[in-house]
């Protein structure tokens, strides 16, 4: 079983649409979390990082659940540049390095 | 932008080749690491560079390797290249190895292994 495992895409929606995308970690010793977007041909980029309280910017809201090892990614009103391939990442720490591990990505496409 | 720049871009080598991908960190940062992300997968965690000492490896054979250098830029040599090598490489710069610094990417060198 990986270490994160996502939602298997990939995602069509229309634009205005509200989107979730979930993730579970088998690694309870994971400490922090993370989703990175991902364009095509492109190298990841951190989109929010994900606490035990959860956190909100704007159309995105990310919650976690250490209790279930689930994390989720929530995206209000699409737009058509939210296309992407949307990345779980979890950190494992290791005496003092942190590297971290990645889901396969779940790939959204946002239509007109 | 993020800063953290790698060469080349992209590479075509031979089953049984040498590679040798490069990394320059984002300034003010002293710790790298580097990923290979296949086609169609996430990211997977070859090593961690801090202070230029590996600090940190993920599950890759040894012919696998990295160096550091003082001014913390860093490359991953990889030897007998295999077909499976293929890949998108990244790199990634941290402030330093404390737990909760942000990484970020390099735009990555795309390697095509024949």
């Known amino acids: 079983r990986k270490e994160v495992e996502q939602d298997p895409g990939p995602f069509n929606v229309p634009e205005g649409a509200t989107v979730a995308f979930n993730c579970t970690y088998s690694?309870?010793?994971?400490?922090?979390f993370f989703w990175y977007r991902q364009d095509c041909r492109k190298e990841p980029k951190l989109l929010m990082s994900?606490?035990?309280s959860g956190n909100e910017d704007g159309r995105f809201t990310a919650q976690l659940n250490r209790a279930s090892q689930y994390i989720s990614l929530l995206i209000r009103d699409s737009k058509l540049s939210d296309s992407a391939t949307y990345l779980c990442?979890?950190?494992?720490?290791?005496?003092?390095?942190?590297?971290?591990?990645f889901g396969k990505g779940t790939k959204l496409s946002v239509k007109p | 932008e993020t800063g953290v720049t790698q060469s080349p871009t992209h590479l075509i080598k031979t089953r049984g080749q040498q590679v040798t991908l490069r990394c320059s960190s984002q300034?003010?940062?002293?710790?790298v690491s580097w990923y290979q992300q296949a086609l169609g997968q996430g990211p997977q965690f070859i090593f961690q560079?801090?202070?230029?000492?590996?600090?940190g490896r993920g599950n890759f054979p040894p012919r696998f390797s990295g160096l550091q250098f003082p001014n913390y830029s860093s490359e991953l040599n990889v030897n007998a290249l295999e077909l499976d090598d293929s890949a998108l490489y990244l790199c990634?710069?941290?402030?330093?190895?404390?737990?909760?610094?942000?990484?970020?990417f390099g735009a990555g060198t795309r390697l095509s292994v024949l």
């Open positions: 990634a710069s941290s402030l330093d190895a404390s737990l909760k610094n942000i990484q970020y």
């Open positions: 690694n309870s010793a994971s400490q922090s």
């Open positions: 994900v606490y035990s």
């Open positions: 990442v979890g950190m494992n720490y290791g005496g003092s390095q942190g590297n971290l591990i």
């Open positions: 300034s003010g940062h002293n710790t």
């Open positions: 560079y801090y202070r230029e000492e590996e600090n």
